[in-house]
């Protein structure tokens, strides 16, 4: 069965450093997303891309935050100038059409550190 | 804005007992979906069961039920006969019918299945 998948599933990086987190979603999926989960609190939205541009983003999606589908596989998130509380648990998912009547399937996540 | 509140943080039953998970939801919305998503020990998190907001009859899938009250804005999920591989994170969320893509979640109840 075809499964989001992500990497690294731990990393840990020095706060000002930048990072990549890297999903490759269903492979013909369209409807792309982030989500993060700081430890001991609600999973919450970050952005939703569609077209090759964002369609929805939270407010915790500022400037540091911008995602990317460089090829057709991929979809990454990077953190410009990680902080100390962008410690989280970042969790990438993918749906075949638009919300809300298709499934959104999720990735397993990447446990992000910053020190 | 919507929320969504899950009470009980942690809940332990015994194998082939029935379990009900509460939700609770806050929404000026008429229209809206909700779900219950499962997230077994290091694994994604799975779609259990959907609700939609303008269907009176309650969804159910196999041994999973929900228990939908629109003017309470209550979503609880049924588990019977309870099995091993039930033991997971069990997040309630939300979406709006139209606009947004984003899923809205609850903090999460940590369901174990003893033996």
């Known amino acids: 069965e075809p499964e989001v998948t992500q990497t690294p599933s731990h990393q840990v990086t020095q706060m000002g450093q930048e990072v990549i987190l890297r999903c490759v979603p269903i492979?013909?999926?369209?409807?792309f997303y982030w989500y993060r989960q700081i430890l001991g609190q609600k999973v919450e939205f970050l952005v939703s891309?569609?077209?090759?541009?964002?369609?929805?983003k939270s407010e915790i999606f500022d400037d540091q935050f911008s995602v990317e589908r460089p090829d057709g596989s991929n979809f990454t998130l990077k953190i410009r100038s990680t902080k100390l509380e962008d410690s989280a648990m970042y969790f990438c998912?993918?749906?075949?059409?638009?919300?809300?009547?298709?499934?959104?399937?999720f990735g397993p996540g990447t446990r992000l550190t910053v020190l | 804005a919507q929320t969504v509140t899950q009470s009980q943080p942690e809940m332990s039953v015994q194998e082939a007992e029935t379990v009900t998970l509460s939700c609770t939801y806050d929404?000026?919305?008429?229209?809206?979906?909700l779900f219950w998503y499962k997230q077994p020990p290091s694994r994604q998190m799975i779609l259990v069961i959907r609700?939609?907001?303008?269907?009176?009859q309650n969804a159910t899938e196999n041994r999973f039920s929900v228990n939908f009250q629109k003017a309470a804005k209550s979503f609880s999920l049924k588990i019977s006969d309870s099995q091993l591989g039930d033991t997971a994170m069990y997040f309630c969320?939300?979406?709006?019918?139209?606009?947004?893509?984003?899923?809205?979640f609850g903090q999460g109840t940590r369901l174990t299945i003893n033996p």
């Open positions: 609700q939609e907001a303008y269907k009176q």
């Open positions: 929404t000026s919305e008429n229209n809206y979906y």
């Open positions: 492979s013909n999926h369209l409807y």
């Open positions: 969320a939300f979406m709006k019918h139209q606009g947004a893509q984003k899923l809205v």
């Open positions: 998912a993918s749906s075949g059409g638009p919300q809300p009547y298709n499934e959104q399937f």
């Open positions: 891309f569609y077209n090759n541009e964002i369609s929805e």
